[in-house]
């Protein structure tokens, strides 16, 4: 789950996955993570978000032709 997307941690492991990826973590989750026994890997909230845009920018541009182009501005946080 792209973003800050660390809240469905339960809901991930009640699915029974066993491990979760999403951008970033408060330490409330951590604990959540750790008592469901699911391994997480938290990617940066920016670059779990810069995925999903840059794929929908591309197939559109695949699909109908328009013009895609992605300025990729991290901020280092």
């Known amino acids: 789950m792209s973003g ?11 699915l029974g996955c066993d491990t979760f990826i999403t951008g ?5 989750d951590f604990y959540a993570a750790q008592n469901a026994g699911i391994n997480v890997i938290y990617g940066g909230h920016y670059t779990s978000e810069t995925v999903g845009v ?18 990729d501005l ?3 946080m």
């Open 4 to 14: 800050s997307g660390s809240r469905e941690i339960p809901a991930a492991a009640a």
């Open 54 to 71: 840059q794929a929908l920018g591309e197939h559109l541009q695949d699909k109908f032709g328009v013009d895609f182009e992605f300025v």
């Open 74 to 76: 991290p901020t280092g």
């Open 24 to 28: 970033e973590t408060s330490h409330a």
